[in-house]
């Protein structure tokens, strides 16, 4: 069943425009968006989130017309590539603060921001404030905050981007296990082909402000698009072979 469905969008940022001819994301996918630097991947959550306006086309989101609703009321929850946490917080508060702004009772928030906790492996963090925080911890609560509103959809940032090689393993690893075990329906935007190889379901390939194509994922490395990266997994081979 179809969740998010994108028709004829263009949007402007500056002199930059970003064209996506047709997106649609079946709810419990897991889509990658994947693209170089600067070719739009962050300008299409921010116009699927409601942050920026397309000058053209229709965004359905669950079968609702959302091109013009504001972000509050799209059920999306979006983890920018930061994590944007509120640094004079806890960890327990920056969790729960989507509830909260919801109406539910501080009470009922912490325990709701307990239970994920819980199930990302930060129990032992929840009082401190995210200065104090690691990176493969800040992503975490991130992600709680995320889950804990019960979006309909999860708009990720670069999510491992601000992480060292030995914690980019463990949030793939994470993200695997919010995927098996929640069944949320994700948009992931990265750079980078392992991720897009290890977690999606399918993949969109973004070049120079275009949508050029979405692929499953064996589909996607037999296609021209696929060749810069399939350069680099073959110069990482080389290189291994070297140090071997």
Known sequence: MTLLLMENIEVTAGDFTLRIPRLEVARGEYLIVLGAS??????????????AKPSKGTIMIDGRDSTRLP?????????PQD?????HMSVIENISYGLVVRGIPRREAYRE???IAELLGITSVINRKPVSLSGGE??????????????KLVLLDEPLSSLDPGL??????LLARIKSETHITVIHVTHDILDALYLADKIAYIDKGKLEGVYKPADFLHSPSSKPYLDILNLSRNLLGKIR
Do not use: S
Request: net charge positive.
């Open 138 to 151: 800040k992503q975490r609560v991130a992600l709680a905050r995320a889950l804990v509103v019960k979006p």
């Open 83 to 87: 994590y944007g946490l509120f640094p």
């Open 71 to 79: 972000p509050e009321k799209r059920g999306i929850a979006l983890v």
């Open 168 to 173: 980019r393993l463990k949030g793939l690893e």
């Open 113 to 115: 921001a307990e239970r």
């Open 38 to 51: 600067g070719v739009g991947k962050t300008l299409l959550l921010n116009v699927i989130a409601g942050l």
